[in-house]
Nanobody, 126 residues
Framework: QVQLIESGGGLVQAGSSLRLSCAAS????????VGWFRQAPGKEREFVAA????????GYADSVKGRFTISRDDAQNTLYLQMNTLKSEDTAVYYC???????????????????WGQGTQVTVSS
């Protein structure tokens, strides 16, 4: 069973940058499709970014496209989310997750993901 631990969240001002990390154990991230999701208070958990299993294709929610970058370091078995030009609407708990589907798609729904981290809080003040 894969265990995921997120870190790197915090309180920042609008326009700032943060890099979230997701360290994996009990499994190798390159064997999965991987993704980042977020959940704001009172809202559903939503897709942010993902990497497909085959080819390592990336996909982003429209709300973060051009500002966020997802990447994976196979040597460190760690997933990252670089977040630039943060906005107050980016405030949420951010979760990383793994998906066992063996295909080339970027998976964007929560039900497609099997293992989840505990989340890290990102708060952006305006």
């Amino acid at each position: 069973q894969v265990q995921l631990i997120e870190s790197g969240g915090g309180l920042v001002q609008a326009g700032s940058s943060l890099r979230l990390s997701c360290a994996a154990s009990g499994g190798t991230l390159s064997n999965f499709a991987v993704g980042w999701f977020r959940q704001a208070p009172g809202k559903e958990r939503e897709f942010v970014a993902a990497i497909s299993w085959i080819f390592g294709s990336t996909g982003y929610a429209d709300s973060v496209k051009g500002r966020f970058t997802i990447s994976r370091d196979d040597a460190q078995n760690t997933l990252y989310l670089q977040m630039n030009t943060l906005k107050s609407e980016d405030t949420a708990v951010y979760y990383c997750a793994t998906c066992s589907a063996r295909d080339s798609r970027v998976h964007v729904t929560t039900r497609e993901y099997d293992f989840w981290g505990q989340g890290t809080q990102v708060t952006v003040s305006s």
